[in-house]
């Protein structure tokens, strides 16, 4: 059995924005000690343009040796390691398990926080606030002490369970799980099943994601006439691109009504279309040579992509001459992962969280994960974050979790884990 020695030194201390006493806080000593490893990892200021990613792998080293676990790290690009912690299976010939989370948070608007948004304040109700504490730090110390209770519980899988801590999720995955994907160490790993992050949700439901919009994030260039800002030149830049933007918001507009008057329609189900930057002009008085326009879109699995380009070739082209486009993100992957009750992983999923009484509400994911790199070398992924009860907070300002919700998780992913690493062999496994 593995006792647990984490030292609570962070821990014990008041915090930083929070009462001493008579502010919720615990007395010393009295935390769960899953809460305060968690409270210990959100302090970690792995956050952007500059993520304390050394920390971040000191920390979780210190955990591979409490959990007696092997622990692997690849550099996939300079400076940005992948690590993965084994936890061998009875059969290892057999396909594994990841359980995969990124280490890296995204920035705060600190002046919008009640708290220190890296203190990992814990109000009166049990609520934990910080960066990361939803979008997924929760996660990551959700699968470590599940991993934690099952070994002290003299437990041993039949298939091998990999715990994945991947950086830079958070600016797009390339120098993380994009690149990591095609390595030879990730081939190595022998996927056959993976979990990663999802949503709160903030019912009574949690929300399972079994694929993901395609993101596309295109700029728009308008070239055009110059000349002097008092006269009626043709041919602007600024004309052609009006109509370049008329056309991607009045689609906008339209995906925006077929969302809000189908009643089984969310998020995942339709196109979004946002104009995120602008770029042009050099002085009031001089009609600018050229334009630039980007949009942010978000294409569900179901939209057939050649079509959807054409269709945004035709608008630059009606739009005027010589317009052209370049793509910053185009992913044209649309693989989704089986959730038929006949496939072996879902209903393993799916039947654990049964056997616990949650309702489940399978959903495609609106944003981008690193689920979808995973999905695209043909290996299914659900993503997927034990909060009900939980308002969705991710990226967005005093970001918390209830330590109960968090707790809950731990035990959600108990049953989870071993269900997963039971799917019996595949007739091409033996
Ligand atoms: C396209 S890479 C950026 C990834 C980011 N993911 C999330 C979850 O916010 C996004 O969807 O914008
Ligand atoms: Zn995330
Ligand atoms: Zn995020």
Not at 53 to 69: K, M, N, Q, S, T
Request: charge should be negative; proline fraction near 7%; glycine fraction near 6%.
């Amino acid at each position: 059995m593995v006792v647990f020695v984490f030292p609570r030194l962070v821990t014990m201390l008041p915090d930083k924005d929070g009462p001493v006493a008579g502010g919720g806080q615990s007395p010393p000593g009295a935390e769960d000690p899953a809460v305060s490893l968690f409270r210990d990892y959100l302090r970690l200021r792995t956050v952007h343009p500059d993520p304390d990613y050394d920390g971040a792998l000191r920390f979780l080293d210190r955990i591979a040796e409490e959990l007696e676990l092997p622990m692997k790290k690849i550099e996939v690009w300079p400076d940005r390691v992948v690590s993965i912690m084994t936890w061998e299976g009875k059969n290892p010939s057999l396909k594994s398990i990841l359980l995969n989370s990124h280490t890296d948070v995204v920035p705060v608007f600190q002046e919008h926080w009640k708290y220190d948004a890296f203190s990992a304040f814990k109000d009166a109700e049990g609520n934990i606030y910080a960066r990361g504490t939803q979008d997924m730090k929760c996660v990551t110390i959700q699968y470590i002490q599940a991993i934690r209770r099952l070994k002290a519980e003299g437990h041993r899988l039949m298939r091998t369970v990999h715990l994945m801590f991947v950086p830079d999720e958070e600016v797009g995955g390339h120098k993380g799980m994009e690149t990591f994907v095609k390595h030879p160490e990730f081939q190595k790993l022998n996927i056959g099943f993976a979990l990663d992050e999802g949503l709160a949700n903030p019912g009574e439901a949690f929300t399972v994601f079994y694929g993901e919009r395609n993101p596309w994030w295109i700029t728009v260039h308008c070239p055009g006439s110059p000349g002097h800002g008092s006269r009626f030149v043709e041919n602007t830049a600024a004309e052609k691109m009006r109509q370049v933007i008329n056309s991607f918001l009045n689609f906008r507009e339209k995906e925006k009504t077929r969302l809000n008057t189908s009643e089984c329609f969310t998020l995942g189900d339709v196109t979004t279309v946002n104009m995120t930057m602008v770029k042009g002009g050099v002085a009031y008085n001089v009609i600018p040579a050229e334009m630039d326009v980007s949009f942010d879109l978000r294409i569900p699995p179901t939209v057939n992509l050649q079509e959807f380009e054409a269709q945004i070739k035709q608008w630059c082209k009606e739009a005027g001459e010589d317009i052209t486009y370049k793509f910053a993100q185009k992913h044209m992957n649309q693989d989704v992962t089986s959730t038929e009750e006949s496939d072996p992983w879902w209903s393993a999923f799916s039947g654990a969280c049964k056997a616990m009484n949650m309702r489940l509400e399978k959903e495609i994911f609106p944003a981008a994960t690193d689920s979808r790199f995973i999905r695209a070398v043909g290996i299914p992924a659900i993503g997927f974050s034990p909060m009900n009860r939980t308002p969705i907070l991710l990226h967005d300002h005093n970001e918390y979790l209830n330590e109960q919700i968090f707790l809950k998780g731990i035990s959600v992913y108990e049953r989870l884990i071993p269900a997963l690493a039971s799917v019996p062999a595949f007739p091409d496994e033996v």
